[in-house]
């Protein structure tokens, strides 16, 4: 007489390799999610970075056409010469009264330059109004810094003026960073 045990499970061996078959199913998704994660953080400070960027170069322009417009007898050089090399980043804010302030004064203040293009000098904070700025007063900091200088294309002339936008921004340990150039005159066209 053969008595054959009733008892049927799964081992302990089973088992684990059931769980293991299960966290491997499980953590693909997972490692998927996360790179898409990152991917949606990048690209939005991405954009960020470009708009800013896109912002400095439209205040820029409207900085040296309102120069030109109101008949100062200034031109680009003369207005930004504080701003004049790769050395010299400046970075300008967008509220009427500052620039206002370089119409009647005819140049950028030294104020406004970076002590260099990687300082914290030209971070750029959060205003109660979530607009960006660098005045630090009730603002929250940011991680992005903005400037911009002039190189003159061709050094034999300065008729133009290429002028050179940076932001920049830290995510962890990498560095990240966004350029625009456009050239502008260093007359008025009218």
């Known amino acids: 007489m053969n008595i054959k045990s009733q008892n049927k499970g799964f081992t302990l061996i089973e088992t684990l390799v059931a769980i293991a078959v299960l966290m491997i199913a499980i953590a693909g998704p997972l490692v998927i999610a996360n790179q898409a994660l990152t991917s949606a953080l990048y690209a939005r400070d991405q954009s960020t970075a470009s708009f800013l960027a896109q912002e400095e170069m439209e205040i820029v322009k409207n900085v040296r056409d309102n120069v030109f417009n109101n008949n100062y007898s200034q031109n680009t050089s003369s207005i930004f010469s504080p701003c004049i090399g790769s050395s010299n980043a ?62 003159s294309p061709d050094p034999a002339t300065t008729d133009d003026y290429q002028v050179i936008v940076n932001v920049s921004w830290k995510e962890g340990n990498i560095q990240n960073g966004l350029t625009l150039s456009d050239v502008i005159a260093n007359y008025s066209r009218q």
């Not at 971070?123 to 109660?128: F, I, V």
């Open 90 to 151: 400046c970075d300008v804010e967008s509220s009427n009264s500052y620039i206002i302030s370089i119409i009647t004064s005819n140049l950028v203040s030294s104020n406004y330059q970076c002590s260099s293009p990687s300082s914290n000098s030209c971070l750029l904070y959060l205003d109660t109004n979530n607009k960006y700025t660098h005045s630090n007063s009730g603002t929250t900091p940011t991680k992005f810094t903005r400037s911009f200088y002039l190189i």
